[in-house]
């Protein structure tokens, strides 16, 4: 095993196609097909479902991807990791955050914090709930970025940003100008990211304010793309975030509560009373604060 083959992995689970997958990877098409052939040889299970049509992860690939994500995440984190250890001098703030937050907001927050500080580095990590809340609380964090508000004397929170949240089905919704109403969704069967994501919590918090009482059992889903494959394997349908949503953009709407405004995912940043010792942390979340 080693990282081209979870890197294919992943491309091929995001693009749902070897060439683009290929493509991404810099790859020749028959390269990654190998790679990919002898990953599934060495766990002894395949991870995709392949025809001359599609390609689509399998029960098993759908297990395995979020620690394929996870291994690939922490593997990008090493190079910094390295740098920061050799340059002691060099100030840092730690920043864990969601799976649910907007990847493109982050880098865009980091690249205007840098224009203003310089020498200061950002070092981010992705992770579970649990995970966040014992590196916060054990100062291995220093800012967290996350949906969900817990009760606690110690943190200071503000709104990082709020997302529109779409709803997604199985079919084609031909007005471009379409929204779903949250009031509608009663008769739908909903497929809710596993517990111990955030989004689970938010969306069953938004139907509950809502009063929408299911009607059916919701089914889970491991990651962000299984949601969208078991929508487009017509199993139910499905509640993500703008940024979230990959293969199934035709098939996503604006859903809209009850009182007509748009549904969003608030995003908030929390950082430690103790955290404001530092500097460093001190510029960052003042910026924060100023954005």
């Not at 620690?67 to 990008?76: F, K, M, V």
């Not at 865009?108 to 992705?126: A, G, H, T, V, Y």
């Not at 078991?230 to 990959?246: F, T």
Request: hydrophobic share 40%.
């Amino acid at each position: 095993m080693n990282i081209n083959q979870l890197r294919f992995t992943l491309a091929l689970a995001q693009t749902n196609s070897f060439s683009k997958a290929a493509e991404q990877c810099c790859v020749a098409q028959p390269t990654l097909s190998n790679a990919l052939s002898q990953l599934e040889d060495e766990l002894s299970a395949r991870l995709f479902q392949r025809t001359t049509r599609a390609v689509s992860l399998t029960p098993f690939g759908q297990h395995m991807l979020p620690i394929i994500e996870s291994a690939l995440t922490g593997i990008n984190q090493i190079p910094h990791a390295a740098r920061f250890w050799q340059s002691q001098q060099t100030p840092c703030v730690r920043i864990g955050f969601s799976p649910v937050v907007s990847r493109t907001a982050l880098t865009l927050m980091s690249k205007l914090f840098k224009q203003e500080n310089p020498e200061i580095e950002l070092s981010f990590r992705e992770c579970s709930i649990r995970e966040r809340t014992i590196m916060l609380e054990n100062d291995e964090l220093d800012v967290v970025i996350n949906p969900v508000i817990g009760k606690n004397d110690y943190l200071n929170y503000s709104l990082f940003n709020a997302e529109p949240l779409y709803f997604i089905c199985g079919e084609s919704i031909h007005r471009p100008d379409q929204k779903i109403a949250i009031n509608t969704l009663s008769s739908k069967k909903l497929i809710l990211t596993e517990t111990s994501c955030d989004l689970h919590w938010v969306t069953q918090s938004l139907l509950q304010k809502a009063g929408v009482s299911l009607q059916y059992q919701f089914a889970q889903a491991s990651s962000f793309i299984d949601v969208e494959q078991q929508v487009s394997a017509a199993q139910g349908s499905g509640i993500l975030p703008r940024s979230k949503i990959n293969s199934s953009e035709h098939l996503a709407k604006p859903l809209l509560l009850n009182n007509g405004e748009l549904a969003v995912i608030n995003n908030y940043f929390f950082w430690h009373a103790r955290a404001m010792d530092k500097a460093h942390v001190e510029k960052f979340i003042d910026y924060l604060l100023r954005a």
